[in-house]
């Protein structure tokens, strides 16, 4: 099994070691989708799933969910986060087991979701539907100093409710002069770069496990995909993400790297529990 290169205490004292109050932003990958945002103290948790929820209730199934990389941490040790987000109603994005214990371990939790997903929310995390905070395909809220606007992601179709509200969504997340984007499960569709491009994206975080029948289960952005999407909407640095947490439906960087090397295209490919830091572009 894969060890992220930090985990559980270590993880937690690098997480409080780089909490400088300044003008840079920190992230950590948490696996498959998941990721930490730090700045100027406040902390925003993307898309996080930190538990074997999954590989628990495939693991009698023709669809086992083998787990690849270690548990990068306890959500229960999150005590601290600010904001946290799901982009859309699948478990690796919407964790019981993961959003109960944050949840109830902070004071006034804030809780993103897509406003078309509201009484699934509700009711798979046990909590009075008025608490998420929802947001749709075009919409903007700000929570904790941060503005988090939704865009429609296509999983592996633009999905809409009765209202037309979007099922599946990606975040761009607005603070002080940065613009971070977090898609989500999604693959590319007509006028998505368009819109992206707009905000002028500093980073992207990108799914790269692809599409494949035999999986049974909805398609992403392959490696090469993920490279041109961020090349295309314009972004300054693409990490990749939503691989090496299932044997059964992730995929090797390799490709994503060789793709993005060939565009000219800025990446960085992290560890489970690494962290990624602005100064790069201050030093």
Request: charged content about 25%; overall charge negative.
């Amino acid at each position: 099994m894969i060890r992220p290169i930090r985990s559980h205490g270590a993880l937690l004292g690098d997480i409080r070691a780089s909490d400088k109050r300044d003008r840079s932003f920190r992230l950590w990958w948490l696996g498959q989708s998941g990721f930490l945002l730090q700045w100027q103290g406040v902390h925003v948790l993307l898309d996080p799933y930190l538990s074997d929820s999954l590989t628990k209730k495939y693991s009698q199934t023709d669809k086992p969910h083998v787990r690849m990389t270690e548990l990068v941490i306890d959500p229960a040790q999150l005590s601290f986060v600010d904001v946290t987000t799901s982009s859309h109603n699948h478990t690796d994005h919407l964790d019981a087991e993961t959003l109960g214990p944050i949840l109830a371990r902070n004071p006034s939790p804030k809780l993103v979701i897509a406003e078309a997903n509201r009484a699934f929310v509700a009711e798979r995390l046990c909590i009075d539907p008025a608490i998420p905070i929802g947001v749709d395909d075009g919409t903007t809220v700000e929570v904790s100093g941060v503005r988090i606007s939704g865009v429609a992601s296509a999983h592996e179709t633009v999905e809409r409710d009765e209202q037309g509200r979007a099922r599946f969504l990606g975040y761009v997340l607005q603070f002080g002069e940065w613009v971070i984007y977090h898609s989500g499960d999604t693959i590319q569709y007509s006028g998505m770069a368009e819109k992206l491009r707009t905000f002028g994206v500093h980073v992207a975080l990108l799914p790269i496990n692809g599409r494949a029948p035999e999986r049974r289960v909805s398609g992403n952005l392959s490696g090469p995909e993920a490279a041109l999407l961020a090349k295309d909407i314009g972004a300054k640095m693409v990490i990749p993400c939503h691989f090496e947490m299932f044997e059964f439906n992730t995929a090797s960087p390799d490709e994503f790297v060789t793709e993005c090397r060939r565009l000219g295209q800025p990446f960085q490919v992290l560890r489970c529990g690494e962290r990624w830091d602005s100064e790069i572009w201050e030093r």
